[in-house]
C-alpha cells in the first residue's frame, strides 16, 4: 500500500514537474501602449544547465511550457525599455512562486514576493543618443561669469550718470580723493613694471639687484 | 522608493564615469549595418498578402540560418524577421489568412504577417516532418514518431492528437483540404494515404494504398501545394505524382541518368516539373483533368547549369516563369510558345537556384512580371535578388551571412606611395645629399601641385564650413582617406569565397573571387592574414596557402602545403617582413615564403579538449619541437585558448598610484588564457600560461558554474576579462552567491608593491626562457545583466588611448562599449575611495554593472546572430575601427576618449570666425575711445 502511494506520488511529481509559467507586460506609467514594444523583446528564464526563452506575443503575454523544476532567474531582452529582472521559482508539485530580485545579492535571499501569472513592468526607456550641445544663446546668458561681465558693463556705464546726479559736495570731495590717490599712484612704481618674472620662477621672493627699481622710476617719468 | 534607488545607483554612478555616448548626428553616419538572413529555403519562400485587406503582397521566407523574415519587394529591406530555434538549415514556412507559421526542429510558432509579432508557440519532443495551416488558421503538424496534431489557431494548444498504429511507418507529407487532412506515409514499404477530420481527428475511410516502394526520403524537390502528392521511385529514377483526388491516378515521367535535380511545382491545376542536367535544363507541363495528370507540352532544353521555374497565376491564366542565367522567360501553360522574352541586363547574370514570381496582365496586352531568386556562384551561395521585367530591382548580399574569418588590409597613402622611390634615396645617401634632395622634391612638388592647390582653396574652404563630412575622406578605391577611416576586411565564406569589404564605406563589396574550383568543396580556413602591403595569404584546413591582391581580387600565388593544416601564425621575420608559419597534420612545419633566417617562433596548438602543446619552430627546420604541453587537471575539459591581439601596443609600463608611485604591469606578449570547464563539478577554471615556456602565471577556479553555457575570454594589455553563468544552486557558497552571469576581471602586475618589480629587479630585457617570474595578479568580480557572446578589446596605433571592452549581447542583438576602468580590479570594496584612489579615478566597487544604452554602439540596429568583433587602429591615435560578421555585418568607428584629435561636428567653424570677427570690430571701435579716455584721465589728474 505505501509502496503504491509511493509509486502515484512519484509518477504525481514527474507528471507535474513540467509547469506552464505565463505572464504578461501590462500598460503602466513608462508604458502606456505595451503593443510598441519590439517584436523581438524575449523573455528568458535561467538557472544551470536550463534556460528556456520565449517571445512577447502580440497581445503582450508571454509564457513558458514544460519548465522543469529550479529556481530561475527570469530576464527580459528588449531593445526600448529596461525590465527588472525576477526570480521564478517553479516547486517539484509545479507550483510558481514569484519574487522580485537584485542583481548581486545573494541567491539564498529571497525578495519581495509578486503574484502569478507574472507582471512586468518596464523600470525605464532606453535612450541610446546624446544630443551635441550646439551653441545657445540664452543658455550663455544664464552662465553665472557672462552675468557678472553684463553687470560690471551695466554699471561702468550707468555709475559716471548716477555720479552726475549726485551732491555737489559729495562730488568735490570725492574727486579731492581721487586727487590724493592718484598722486600717490605717481610716486609709487608700478608693482607690476618691478615684476622679476625670472626670480619669481627661480622661487625668490625679492629682486637681488637694488638698481631697477631708479630705472623704472626713470621710466614712468617718461610716460607723463 | 527604495527599489528605485537600489536599481538606479549603479547606473548614476555609470553615468558620471562613462564618456563614451553616441550623438544623435554621428549615429547612422559613422556606423553601417546590412542586416542579413541567409541562404532562402526553396519550399518555404512565397509571395503572400500580410493581411486579407492588403493589395500588395510581401516575400516570406525562412532560411537555412533558421531566420524567418519579411521583404518588401519594393526595394528588398526587411519588414521583420524573427531568429528561430536552430535546426541544421532545415524548417518548414506557412501562410496562413494574416499570419506566417514556422517548424524548425521540433518547436512551431505563429506570427504576424504584418508585424512578425509572435501570436503562439508551441514545443514538441519529436521534429516535425510537415505542416499545414487550415481555413481558420489552426495549424496541422506531421511529427517524426508518426503522430499528427491540430493545434488551436489562438494559442497553439493541441486540438487533437491522431498517432498510426505501426511503429516501423514512416511519416511523409501532409496535405490539407477543406474538411480533411490526408496523411502520406510509407506502411510496409508501400504508400499509404490516411485521411482524418480536421473537426475530430478521426480517421475518414479506410487507408488506401498509391504505390509501392517509393524513395525515402524522395530525391526530387516539392515546391507544391497541398493538392498534389510526388514522390520518387527505383532511387529516383522515376518521378511520380498525382493530384489528391477521391480516386487517385498517378502519373509518371522517367529521369534520364544525367539529370542532377529534378523540381515539381505545382498551382492550381498545371504541374510543371523542371530536370536540371550539369549542361541544360527543360521543362514538362502537364495539366490536371479530372484528377489526372496528363501531359502537355514539354518545353526545349536550354544550355546553361542553372535555372529554376516558377508558376504564378492571374485571373484564369496560370503563367510560367523560367529564370535562366542570361533572361527570364514567360509563359502560359495553355501554349508552348514564348509570351515574352526578358533579357537580364548586360553583366548582371543570375545564377538561379529557386524562384517565385509573380505575373500580372495589364490591359495593354504586355504583363507586369516580378520574380524573387536566390542565386549561386562559387563561394557565395543564397544571394538574392528581384528581377522586375528583366531589370534587377535590387540585390541582398545574403552569401556574406556565412563569413568565417577576416583580416584587415591597409590601404595605400597617396602622398608616400607615389615617392617611394624618392624616399629611398633620401635614406640611403649622406644628410647632406639627402637634404639637398628633398628641397629640390619639395620645390618640385610646389611647381606641380601647388597652382592646383591655390585654386581647389576656396572651394576647400566653403567645402569645410558649409559641408557635414570631411571631403578629403572620399577618396576611393585603394587609397587611404586623411584619418584612415576607411580600411579593407577581406573576409572568406563558409563555402569559400573571398571577398573584400570596405569597412569605411557603408560595407561596400570591393572584390569578390573564388578559394574553390567547382567538384572541390571549402574544407575550411585555418587563417588569413595580411602578409604584404596589400597581399593577403590564405591557409585552407586541407593545406593550401593562396595568395591574393588585396586590392584588385587576383590570385598571385597558389601552393600545395603537402597536409592539412592544423595551426598558423603570422610572424615577424628578422629582416623586417612577415611569413605564415603552417603546422601541418603530418608532424612537420612550413614558414612562407621561406625565411631561412626566422629565428624560433613559439605557436601554441589545441590538439584535443585534454591538450594543449607549445611549439618551437625555425627557418630552417621543418619538424617543429614540441616544447611543452599542458594537460588539465583530471576530468577538465579545454573549452578555449586565446592569446592577446597581435596589435596590442602599451602606451604605459605601469601605472602611477594617487602617491605618484607606480606598479609595474607584467607584460608579456606570450600571454595564453586557457579555460576549461568540469561539467560533473560544476566548475570552470582559468588557467594563465606563458605560450614560450609552458608556465603557468596563474589560475582560477570557480565553483557553481553552468557548464552548458559558454565562457567567453578577452585578453589585451596586462589583462583578461571572461564571463560565465553563476549559479549558487550547484554549489553552495558560504554566505551564498548570485545567481546571474559573472564577469571577472584579472589584471596582471609585476609585484604587489608600488616601486617594486618583484622578482626581476633592475632587469631591462625580461626572457621568457630565463624565468620571468610569477604575476601579482588581482582580481575582481562583476554580475553582468546580459549573457556575452564575444568580448573584443578596441585597439588604437599607439594605445595611448584608453582601451575599451566590446562586448557583444546577443539577448538584445547589440554591441555594448564598457570602458576598462569601470572594470578595475583596485576599485575599493566596502568603502568610499580616499583621496589617493579618488586621483586615479577608483571608485567604489558595485557588484553590478548595469547597461548603459548609451554606450550601446549599435544603437537602436538591431545587429544580429554576430560571432566575431575585429578591431584595428584608424590613422588617428583617438579611433579605433569595428568589424562583427556572424550573420548581419556591423562597422563602426570607435572613440574610447572621445575624438580628441579631430574637430567634431560640435565645433562651430562659424561661431569661431564669427567671434573673431566681432572682437576685431570691437577692439577697432573701443580702441580709440579707450586712449582718448586715458589721455583724458592723466590731463585731468595733473
Redesign the interface.
Known amino acids: 500500500m505505501k509502496l503504491q502511494l509511493l509509486a502515484l506520488s512519484a509518477y504525481l511529481s514527474f507528471a507535474a514537474a513540467l509547469t506552464t509559467i505565463r505572464g504578461s507586460i501590462s500598460p503602466s506609467q513608462q508604458l502606456p501602449n505595451p503593443s510598441v514594444l519590439p517584436?523581438?523583446t524575449?523573455i528568458?528564464l535561467?538557472?544551470?544547465?536550463a534556460?528556456y526563452y520565449?517571445?512577447?506575443?502580440?497581445d503582450n503575454t508571454f509564457?513558458f511550457?514544460?519548465v522543469s523544476e529550479?529556481?530561475y532567474?527570469l530576464?527580459t531582452?528588449?531593445?526600448t525599455h529596461?525590465f527588472?529582472?525576477l526570480r521564478v521559482d517553479v516547486a517539484r508539485d509545479g507550483e510558481v512562486k514569484v519574487a522580485?530580485t537584485?542583481?548581486?545579492?545573494?541567491?539564498?535571499?529571497v525578495g519581495e514576493k509578486k503574484g502569478v501569472p507574472i507582471e512586468l513592468q518596464p523600470?525605464k526607456a532606453?535612450?541610446?543618443?546624446?544630443?551635441?550641445?550646439?551653441?545657445n544663446p540664452m543658455k550663455m546668458l544664464g552662465s553665472p561669469m557672462i552675468l557678472i561681465a553684463i553687470f560690471s558693463v551695466i554699471s561702468m556705464m550707468f555709475l559716471p550718470k548716477l555720479m552726475d546726479k549726485m551732491d555737489p559736495e559729495f562730488m568735490a570731495e570725492l574727486e579731492e580723493q581721487k586727487?590724493k590717490r592718484?598722486a600717490t599712484a605717481?610716486n609709487q612704481p608700478n608693482p607690476l613694471a618691478n615684476f622679476d618674472m625670472a626670480s619669481f620662477l627661480a622661487g625668490r621672493s625679492k629682486p637681488s639687484s637694488p638698481a631697477p627699481p631708479a630705472q623704472e622710476q626713470e621710466r614712468g617719468g617718461k610716460r607723463? | 522608493m527604495r527599489l528605485l534607488s537600489r536599481l538606479w545607483l549603479p547606473c548614476l554612478i555609470l553615468n558620471v564615469v562613462s564618456v563614451l555616448a553616441i550623438f544623435k548626428d554621428d549615429a547612422y553616419h559613422t556606423d553601417w549595418h546590412i542586416p542579413l538572413i541567409g541562404p532562402s529555403i526553396a519550399a518555404s519562400t512565397f509571395f503572400h498578402r500580410p493581411n486579407a485587406e492588403s493589395r500588395a503582397s510581401l516575400i516570406y521566407t525562412l532560411t537555412t540560418r533558421s531566420i524567418l523574415a519579411a521583404i518588401n519587394p519594393k526595394d528588398g529591406e526587411l519588414v521583420w524577421r524573427q531568429p528561430l530555434a536552430e535546426s541544421n538549415g532545415t524548417g518548414i514556412a506557412c501562410g496562413g489568412n494574416g499570419i506566417i507559421v514556422s517548424a524548425t526542429g521540433s518547436a512551431v510558432a505563429s506570427f504576424d504577417a504584418a508585424n512578425g509579432r509572435l501570436f503562439w508557440e508551441n514545443q514538441f519532443s519529436s521534429k516535425i516532418v510537415d505542416l499545414g495551416v487550415t481555413a481558420t488558421n489552426a495549424v496541422v503538424v506531421l511529427f517524426e514518431d508518426g503522430a499528427v496534431r491540430l493545434l488551436k489557431e489562438q494559442t497553439g494548444d493541441v486540438a487533437w492528437e491522431w498517432n498510426f498504429v505501426d511503429s516501423t511507418d514512416v511519416p511523409i507529407s501532409l496535405h490539407v483540404a477543406e474538411s480533411t487532412v490526408t496523411v502520406a506515409l510509407s506502411h510496409i514499404s508501400k504508400l499509404h494515404l490516411t485521411t482524418l477530420s480536421l473537426a475530430t481527428g478521426r480517421e475518414v475511410g479506410s487507408p488506401l494504398s498509391v504505390a509501392g516502394h517509393p524513395d525515402i526520403p524522395s530525391t526530387h524537390r516539392a515546391l507544391h501545394g497541398d493538392d498534389v502528392l510526388s514522390w520518387t521511385e527505383r532511387s529516383g529514377s522515376i518521378l511520380k505524382f498525382m493530384p489528391l483526388a477521391p480516386t487517385p491516378a498517378p502519373a509518371f515521367v522517367d529521369i534520364p541518368q544525367d539529370v542532377i535535380e529534378t523540381t515539381v511545382v505545382a498551382l492550381k491545376d498545371r504541374i510543371a516539373v523542371h530536370y536540371k542536367t550539369g549542361a541544360n535544363s527543360w521543362v514538362d507541363i502537364f495539366t490536371v483533368d479530372a484528377g489526372t495528370a496528363v501531359k502537355h507540352y514539354s518545353l526545349q532544353p536550354k544550355a546553361g547549369a542553372h535555372s529554376a521555374i516558377s508558376l504564378s497565376t492571374s485571373g484564369d491564366v496560370t503563367y510560367l516563369v523560367w529564370t535562366s542565367t542570361d533572361e527570364t522567360l514567360l509563359y502560359d501553360t495553355n501554349r508552348p510558345e514564348i509570351l515574352e522574352t526578358y533579357p537580364h541586363p548586360q553583366g548582371q547574370s543570375v545564377n538561379a537556384t529557386l524562384a517565385i514570381s509573380e505575373v500580372v496582365a495589364r490591359l495593354d496586352g504586355s504583363w507586369a512580371m516580378r520574380s524573387f531568386v536566390s542565386s549561386w556562384a562559387l563561394g557565395f551561395v543564397g544571394d538574392t535578388h528581384l528581377i522586375r521585367n528583366g531589370e534587377i530591382a535590387w540585390t541582398r548580399p545574403e552569401s556574406l551571412s556565412s563569413i568565417v574569418a577576416s583580416t584587415w588590409v591597409e590601404l595605400l597613402d597617396p602622398t608616400t606611395e607615389g615617392i617611394v622611390e624618392d624616399l629611398n634615396v633620401e635614406t640611403h645617401t649622406s644628410i647632406g645629399a639627402a637634404y639637398i634632395h628633398r628641397v629640390k622634391r619639395h620645390l618640385n612638388e610646389l611647381a606641380e601641385y601647388g597652382p592646383d592647390w591655390v585654386k581647389a582653396l576656396p572651394q576647400r574652404i566653403y567645402n569645410a564650413f558649409l559641408s557635414v563630412e570631411n571631403t578629403e575622406s572620399e577618396r576611393t578605391g585603394k587609397w587611404k582617406d586623411f584619418f584612415g577611416f576607411r580600411k579593407f576586411a577581406v573576409v572568406v565564406t563558409a563555402e569559400g569565397g573571398l571577398a573584400a569589404i570596405d569597412v569605411g564605406k557603408n560595407g561596400e563589396v570591393v572584390w569578390k573571387a573564388s578559394l574553390v574550383s567547382p567538384p572541390v568543396k571549402f574544407a575550411g580556413i585555418s587563417g588569413i592574414y595580411e602578409v604584404r602591403k596589400g597581399t593577403v595569404a590564405i591557409v585552407a584546413a586541407d593545406g593550401e596557402y593562396i595568395e591574393y591582391d588585396a586590392f584588385e581580387g587576383n590570385e598571385l600565388l597558389r601552393a600545395e602545403l603537402g597536409a592539412p593544416a592544423l595551426t598558423s601564425a603570422l610572424v615577424d621575420t628578422p629582416s623586417e617582413t612577415k611569413a605564415v608559419v603552417v603546422i601541418l597534420d603530418n608532424g612537420k612545419s612550413v614558414v612562407l615564403p621561406p625565411s631561412p633566417d626566422l629565428g624560433p617562433v613559439y605557436l601554441s596548438i589545441k590538439e584535443s579538449s585534454r591538450l594543449v602543446k607549445g611549439l618551437r619552430v625555425t627557418g630552417l627546420s621543418h619538424h617543429p619541437e614540441t616544447t611543452w604541453t599542458f594537460v588539465p587537471p583530471a576530468s577538465e575539459e579545454i573549452t578555449s585558448v586565446v592569446s592577446r591581439p597581435v596589435h596590442d601596443p602599451v602606451a604605459s609600463i605601469g601605472r602611477v598610484l594617487g602617491d605618484r608611485s607606480v606598479i609595474y604591469k607584467y607584460l608579456n606578449q606570450h600571454l595564453l588564457v586557457i579555460t576549461t570547464i568540469n561539467p560533473t563539478l560544476s566548475t570552470a577554471s582559468v588557467y594563465i600560461l606563458d605560450a614560450v615556456s609552458g608556465a603557468v602565471l596563474h589560475s582560477a577556479t570557480h565553483s557553481g558554474v553552468d557548464t552548458s553555457q559558454p565562457i567567453r575570454v578577452g585578453v589585451s594589455e596586462n589583462w583578461v576579462v571572461y564571463s560565465y553563468f553563476g549559479d549558487d544552486d550547484v554549489v553552495s557558497t558560504p554566505g551564498g552567491a548570485a545567481k546571474g552571469y559573472h564577469l571577472v576581471v584579472s589584471e596582471l602586475y609585476e609585484s604587489e608593491f608600488a616601486n617594486d618589480r618583484g622578482s626581476l629587479g633592475q632587469a631591462a630585457n625580461v626572457s621568457s626562457l630565463t624565468g620571468a617570474g610569477k604575476p601579482y595578479v588581482l582580481s575582481q568580480s562583476y554580475i553582468f545583466p546580459s549573457p556575452i557572446e564575444a568580448f573584443a578589446v578596441s585597439s588604437t596605433k599607439q594605445g595611448i588611448t584608453a582601451r575599451e571592452i566590446l562586448i557583444l549581447l546577443p539577448g538584445t542583438a547589440g554591441i555594448y562599449t564598457l570602458p576598462k576602468r569601470i572594470i578595475d580590479p583596485r576599485r575599493p570594496v566596502g568603502r568610499e575611495p580616499d583621496n589617493a584612489e579618488k586621483e586615479e579615478g577608483l571608485f567604489r566597487y558595485q557588484p553590478v554593472i548595469e547597461i548603459d544604452p548609451r554606450s550601446i554602439i549599435t544603437h537602436e540596429r538591431k545587429v544580429l546572430g554576430l560571432k566575431k568583433m575585429e578591431t584595428t587602429p584608424a590613422e588617428l591615435e583617438s579611433t579605433s575601427i569595428v568589424f562583427a560578421y556572424g550573420l548581419d555585418l556591423f562597422g563602426a568607428r570607435l572613440a574610447p576618449s572621445m575624438t580628441f584629435d579631430m574637430l567634431g561636428k560640435g565645433f562651430g567653424k562659424i561661431q569661431l570666425v564669427g567671434t573673431v570677427v566681432a572682437l576685431a570690430i570691437g577692439a577697432a571701435v573701443v580702441a580709440p575711445m579707450v586712449r582718448r579716455k586715458q589721455i583724458n584721465s592723466r590731463w585731468s589728474a595733473m
Open positions: 517584436a523581438d524575449t528568458t535561467t538557472t544551470s544547465g534556460q520565449t517571445r512577447l506575443r502580440a509564457v511550457r514544460n529550479g529556481s532567474l530576464d531582452a528588449c531593445s529596461h527588472a529582472p522580485q537584485f542583481r548581486g545579492n545573494p541567491w539564498s535571499n523600470v532606453a535612450e541610446y543618443y546624446v544630443t551635441r550641445e550646439g551653441f586727487k592718484a605717481q607723463k
